[in-house]
């Protein structure tokens, strides 16, 4: 008995892991956030919402509700990592405070207050999160701009600039409210910390979302008055659309051509395409990480030479903050076969085709990582997954600690119940990898097949 709770428990400890680790980016924020490992392990599971109704009913079943049901506030605090509340009437917006007001409240004074940004078991990352407060008392400020639409309350503070986090924190569950509590309405987007360079780079998709203007919280000072408000976005897990929790049976694909609705289709990206592709060949994209940041790969040169042997047409692509989405859209929504370590980069899967050949290389203690940050999600949009787990010898830890090592022959052992900040720095900053060519090349040659068949099947 004591054997099998042991086991549980290390399940659990690597489960809230996953959660931070997966999407981290070393290079740029060594503050790994431990207070997130031991805040989830006393958390309770996670609550759904069972209903999620049309226009003029409830979106929460009133029995997970914490406010009084005289009032028009609802909230639900029982997931684990985010908090949500809706006010199901006419709202008034005060940017100035952070409040929103109910109006023409009846019953006794409600408030609630909360952090709009799902990573609330995140101590640090939530303390750069405004709060905000939703009242029915006192009256509200006197309305100054009518918005015939409900509202959205949002952050986009956090890791914004972080591609994963981007997409898993703020996009995904963005995709989700709108296709669930509001599903058939054209909501207005309310934002709070939205940096001038964030709006622009991801205007374009922020323009599917809503035809009407963004709502910079941080630099308006009116007061707004909806038809109802959402306060918070709902996530279903990593990179994850459950359609079984939706209004409408939407998944990863749908979310995939919404997003061809933002990236694709313009005219530089047009000229990106036709400059690079080839039709006599299967294209292979190589996303590429710097040895700086960790877990590149050494020898890439050569694995790009063998990929082009076997008939590849390879491209490399090194994703930064200056690419321009659509082309990047375009070239993975292009391709048929890309190749990573995993890292946040591969979160470019939801770029792309359905069918696309998407391999993972694996480096050593990330395998439970990867498979929940990555290969999960790669399924679920109906991608050919390949996993490719280096073994000892194609790592660079091999070198640093000995092939006998601990560290290097049995990762999980060493890392046990106590994934620590060293430990990530270990296995996602320090590891690099050296490709076993005779070895990856049995992997490029399955890839190859699949790649050539998705090709001439789907051009």
């Not at 006192?138 to 015939?148: D, E, R, S, T």
């Not at 070239?331 to 470019?348: F, I, M, P, Y």
Request: with cysteine; glycine share 6%; hydrophobic share 40%.
């Amino acid at each position: 008995m004591k054997k099998k709770e042991s086991i549980a428990a290390v399940l659990v400890v690597s489960l809230l892991v996953m959660l931070f680790v997966c999407h981290i980016n070393l290079s740029e924020n060594l503050k790994l956030n431990f207070e997130l490992i031991q805040s989830l392990a006393t958390t309770p599971k996670p609550g759904i919402f069972k209903r999620l109704a049309p226009r003029g009913q409830d979106p929460i079943e009133s029995t997970r509700l914490q406010s009084s049901s005289s009032t028009m506030i609802r909230c639900t605090r029982s997931d684990d990592y985010y908090d949500f509340c809706y006010i199901n009437g006419p709202t008034v917006l005060d940017p100035t405070t952070s409040t929103l007001f109910v109006m023409d409240a009846t019953g006794p004074t409600v408030v609630e207050k909360i952090k709009p940004y799902p990573r609330k078991h995140e101590n640090s990352t939530m303390s750069r999160i405004k709060e905000f407060t939703l009242t029915s008392g006192p009256p509200g400020p006197k309305c100054q701009i009518q918005h015939n639409a409900p509202a959205i309350v949002f952050s986009a503070g956090g890791y914004t600039g972080n591609f994963f986090h981007d997409f898993n924190d703020g996009f995904i569950p963005l995709y989700i409210i709108v296709n669930s509590i509001l599903y058939d309405q054209v909501p207005v987007l309310a934002i709070s910390r939205a940096r001038d360079w964030w709006i622009q780079r991801y205007s374009d998709l922020l323009n599917v979302f809503s035809e009407h203007p963004i709502i910079n919280l941080d630099n308006d000072t009116a007061t707004h008055c909806f038809r109802s408000a959402t306060v918070g976005l709902i996530s279903h897990g990593f990179l994850t659309v459950n359609p079984k929790k939706l209004k409408t049976p939407k998944t990863l694909p749908h979310f995939h051509a919404m997003l061809g609705k933002a990236f694709g289709q313009r005219e530089t990206a047009q000229r990106f395409h036709l400059q690079r592709h080839h039709n006599d060949r299967p294209r292979l994209v190589f996303i590429s990480r710097n040895v700086s940041v960790g877990r590149a790969i050494l020898n890439q040169e050569e694995a790009m030479d063998l990929a082009e042997r076997i008939g590849f047409e390879v491209i490399v692509y090194e994703p930064s903050s200056r690419t321009s989405l659509h082309a990047a859209y375009d070239l993975l929504n292009n391709s048929h076969a890309v190749v990573g370590v995993h890292g946040a980069a591969l979160t470019h899967l939801l770029f792309m085709r359905p069918g696309t050949v998407f391999m993972q290389i694996v480096p050593l203690g990330t395998k439970w990582i990867a498979k929940w940050c990555y290969e999960n999600p790669a399924r679920a949009m109906g991608l050919q997954y390949i996993d490719y787990r280096i073994t000892a010898e194609e790592s660079s830890l091999a070198e640093t600690y000995g092939k006998d090592n601990i560290v290097v022959k049995d990762p999980a052992g060493k890392i046990g119940r106590n994934w620590s900040v060293e430990f990530m720095k270990i296995y996602l900053k320090e590891q690099n990898v050296r490709l076993d060519l005779d070895r990856f090349s049995w992997f490029l040659k399955a890839a190859y097949d699949k790649a050539k068949r998705f090709m001439e099947k789907e051009g």
